[in-house]
């Protein structure tokens, strides 16, 4: 199995920063994309932001001029700088990797277990 280590999330103020990282760990798999999905309550999960292996970004509308998605590729690790933050990000904030494996029963996506992030208005 892969692993996602996400690390950030918190409480801030609107107008605020906050920045996630999530690594990548596990037995011998090749990291195709990584980013993050949010979900706030009563809400669908959705977009945030993903890099592939050649740098390309996915952005949602909702955050684009604010989000900036980098990775480290020798250490599978991918990081989310969140600028001008306001009460409609609050959500969890789900870390998601597409790997490709040898097996090809193995699965190829992987959903960390969520940081928080709390913007209060």
């Known amino acids: 199995q892969v692993q996602l280590a996400e690390f950030g999330g918190g409480e801030v103020q609107a107008g605020e920063s906050l920045s996630l990282s999530c690594k990548a760990s596990g037995s011998a798999f090749i990291l195709n994309a990584i980013g993050w999905y949010r979900q706030a309550p009563g809400n669908q999960r959705e977009l945030v932001a993903t890099?592939?292996?050649?740098?390309?970004?996915n952005y949602a509308d909702a955050v684009k001029g604010r989000f900036t998605i980098s990775r480290d590729y020798d250490t599978h690790t991918a990081y989310l700088q969140m600028n001008m933050l306001g009460p409609e990000d609050t959500a969890i904030y789900f870390c998601?990797?597409?790997?490709?494996?040898?097996?090809?029963?193995?699965?190829?996506?992987?959903w960390g277990q969520g940081t928080r992030v709390t913007v209060s208005s």
């Open positions: 998601h990797a597409d790997v490709t494996r040898a097996d090809p029963f193995s699965p190829r996506e992987f």
């Open positions: 890099m592939n292996m050649d740098g390309a970004t």
